[in-house]
């Protein structure tokens, strides 16, 4: 919550004093109703096709700058901690904020190109699920 009142947003941090939802204690029954509405990918990273050197899609660098400034105050960080603001204050820097952006276009492009090393794509495009009680048990 202490994000969200930083960021200036008081509707999200409201929303969270008031909430009732509480995670779901870990047990067998509930990671089984998280891998029926979350499967595992049924594609094997090693399996996928070797991309072409040139995919024809990129971006420049003012849609990314465009991208990183459209996050809503209040948005969460990642399991990094690492919070859009934080991008958005970094890009703005007079002194490096030219440098990152190039640097943060450069890898949305390799991304888009398909050409992000097989080593790490299970981290970078895998998820990560947290359990919360629902009010009700159809959900």
């Keep these: 919550m202490a ?9 999200a941090a409201i929303r969270i004093l008031v909430s009732d939802e509480t995670y779901a204690a ?9 891998l029926l509405k979350h499967p595992p990918a049924t594609v094997d990273a090693d399996t996928l096709p070797v991309p072409q050197s040139d995919s024809g899609l990129s971006v420049a660098e003012s849609d990314v700058r465009k991208a990183i400034m459209s996050f809503p ?21 007079q002194k490096k904020g030219p440098d990152l952006l190039t640097a943060l276009t450069g890898f949305v492009n390799m991304v888009l190109s398909a050409s992000c090393p097989r080593k790490v794509t299970p981290y970078f495009f895998g998820g990560r699920l947290i359990a919360l009680e629902k009010k009700s048990e159809g959900d």
């Design 73 to 93: 105050a209040g948005s969460c960080a990642g399991p990094d901690n690492l919070r859009p603001r934080h991008l958005k204050d970094m890009v703005n820097c």
């Design 26 to 34: 870990p047990s067998a029954d509930g990671l089984a109703k998280l």
């Design 3 to 11: 994000g969200e009142l930083e960021d200036g947003n008081l509707k």
